[in-house]
């Protein structure tokens, strides 16, 4: 029998292969028992029944951390299990071809977004604003805009209309993006120092206040800070921006926004079978020079 140290990293390794896949339905006991006889050739067909049962509970357990720690960040999984067969994966659909298959590429559009390069990163940002709502959206020139890479202005009166207790209602957004090309994640130093750059600028002071255009510093709207990044936060960072109300949004989270962008179509190829791919070069170009 395995040793349980053995069991759980032959897990963990199932299922990051597994959900970094794009096939439509994977059987874990399958799955599993290939990867087992493919690390363990001299195990018995005895041991190996035992083997894969253990390791496919495990398994499992990650996976269904993974699925609901998407769901908590407000992202839809790009698999589900299967209702009538519990240790079977199925890729989510939700039955348009475009986003299923941008959904299913997700570990490509991912990867795109580790090459962009980081001022490509903020046009990134910009379009994020742009649609989810945004009227009216820039970035900086990138020399010392204190702290703030992109910014726009929020209408959420238009959001309940007809009815009038928001009308005219504006919220004014200061962002930050923070790119990454490796996977490191995004600590609460950065955090903290943006949390004071908004909070000067919320008092007309600080460099952001004397750089940003005045169509935005004179608006006196309130102001939310937002850090975005193509990696991951931090626990540390996590807690300190709730502490303090600063917005964090992670790749996951971009990913689904940008699954269901209106831009999406443009990033995309039909192959001569008919099916659609997704086209990097062109999700790239898209943001430069924008």
Same mark, same amino acid.
């Given at each position: 029998m395995l040793p349980p140290l053995e069991m759980r990293k032959i897990a963990k390794q199932i299922a990051d292969e597994v959900w970094e896949s794009s096939e439509r339905r994977t059987s874990l006991g399958e799955f599993s028992?290939?990867?087992?006889?493919?690390?363990?050739?001299?195990?018995?067909?005895?041991e190996l029944s035992e083997v894969t049962e253990g390791v496919v509970e495990k398994a499992k357990v990650y996976l269904e951390r993974r699925i609901t720690l998407l769901e908590l960040k407000g992202a839809t999984?790009?698999?589900?299990?299967?209702?009538?067969?519990?240790?079977?994966?199925?890729?989510?659909?939700?039955? !348009?071809?475009?986003? #299923?298959?941008?959904? =299913?590429? $997700?570990?490509?559009?991912?990867?795109a977004l580790k090459r962009v390069g980081w001022k490509t990163f903020q046009y990134v940002c910009k379009h994020l604003l742009e649609i989810n709502g945004a009227?009216?959206?820039a970035v900086t020139r990138g020399t010392k805009e204190g702290g703030v890479d992109f910014f726009g202005l929020l209408e959420i009166g238009t959001w309940t209309s007809p009815m009038v207790l928001l009308k005219g209602m504006e919220i004014r957004v200061v962002g930050q993006a923070k790119h990454t090309s490796t996977n490191a994640k995004v600590g609460?130093?950065?955090?903290?120092?943006?949390?004071?750059?908004?909070? !000067?600028?919320?008092? #007309?002071?600080?460099? =952001?206040? $004397?750089?940003?255009?005045?169509?935005?510093?004179?608006?006196?709207?309130?102001?939310?800070?937002?850090?975005?990044?193509n990696g991951e936060f931090t626990r540390d960072a996590k807690k300190y921006g709730n502490r303090e109300r600063v917005i964090l949004r992670d790749c996951d989270q971009i990913i689904e926004d940008l699954i269901h962008s209106p831009k999406s179509r443009d990033w995309v190829y039909r192959e001569e079978n008919g099916n659609i791919s997704f086209n990097e070069n062109s999700f790239i170009g898209s943001f430069q020079n924008a």
């Amino acid at each position: 029998m395995l040793p349980p140290l053995e069991m759980r990293k032959i897990a963990k390794q199932i299922a990051d292969e597994v959900w970094e896949s794009s096939e439509r339905r994977t059987s874990l006991g399958e799955f599993s028992e290939r990867k087992i006889k493919a690390c363990c050739p001299q195990i018995s067909e005895l041991e190996l029944s035992e083997v894969t049962e253990g390791v496919v509970e495990k398994a499992k357990v990650y996976l269904e951390r993974r699925i609901t720690l998407l769901e908590l960040k407000g992202a839809t999984a790009r698999y589900q299990f299967d209702d009538c067969f519990a240790d079977t994966l199925i890729l989510t659909s939700i039955g !348009d071809p475009l986003v #299923d298959m941008l959904r =299913a590429r $997700e570990q490509n559009l991912r990867l795109a977004l580790k090459r962009v390069g980081w001022k490509t990163f903020q046009y990134v940002c910009k379009h994020l604003l742009e649609i989810n709502g945004a009227v009216k959206s820039a970035v900086t020139r990138g020399t010392k805009e204190g702290g703030v890479d992109f910014f726009g202005l929020l209408e959420i009166g238009t959001w309940t209309s007809p009815m009038v207790l928001l009308k005219g209602m504006e919220i004014r957004v200061v962002g930050q993006a923070k790119h990454t090309s490796t996977n490191a994640k995004v600590g609460d130093g950065v955090i903290k120092k943006f949390a004071k750059e908004c909070e !000067d600028f919320r008092s #007309d002071s600080g460099k =952001a206040a $004397e750089i940003l255009p005045s169509w935005f510093v004179e608006n006196k709207s309130p102001v939310i800070g937002v850090v975005i990044t193509n990696g991951e936060f931090t626990r540390d960072a996590k807690k300190y921006g709730n502490r303090e109300r600063v917005i964090l949004r992670d790749c996951d989270q971009i990913i689904e926004d940008l699954i269901h962008s209106p831009k999406s179509r443009d990033w995309v190829y039909r192959e001569e079978n008919g099916n659609i791919s997704f086209n990097e070069n062109s999700f790239i170009g898209s943001f430069q020079n924008a």
